[in-house]
């Protein structure tokens, strides 16, 4: 079983950059695709970015160029870097694992980012 914990959400001003880090429990993290979805108030929840155990990303066309995900095995530590940040990129973000041998999935309890000026 896996726990994730995310942070360094907050508030930022429209054009700032915030970056977001999940911890995982348990060594299932080399083995698993990471990733972090968003939900915006009265909206569907969305896939923002994903990055594979071997390194392989996969980005919104929304946030295309403006985030970059990446991990740390060592720390078992996924992040987002988030640059260039509108009001479009409002919302609870929250972090997933999915392992590699399709055993299950597990979800963090969400940060709030919030682009306001």
């Known amino acids: 079983q896996v726990r994730l914990v995310e942070s360094g959400g907050g508030l930022v001003q429209p054009g700032g950059s915030l970056r977001l880090s999940c911890s995982a429990s348990?060594?299932?993290?080399?083995?698993?695709?990471m990733g972090w979805h968003r939900q915006a108030p009265g909206k569907q929840r969305e896939l923002v970015a994903r990055?594979?155990?071997?390194?392989?990303?996969n980005y919104a066309d929304s946030v295309k160029g403006r985030f970059t995900i990446s991990r740390d095995n060592a720390k078992n530590t996924v992040y987002l870097q988030m640059n260039s940040l509108n009001a479009e990129d409002t919302g609870v973000y929250y972090c997933?694992?999915?392992?590699?041998?399709?055993?299950?999935?597990?979800w963090g309890q969400g940060t709030q980012v919030t682009v306001s000026s």
């Open positions: 997933y694992l999915v392992d590699d041998y399709g055993l299950g999935n597990y």
């Open positions: 348990g060594s299932i993290f080399r083995v698993s695709t």
């Open positions: 990055i594979t155990s071997g390194g392989s990303t």
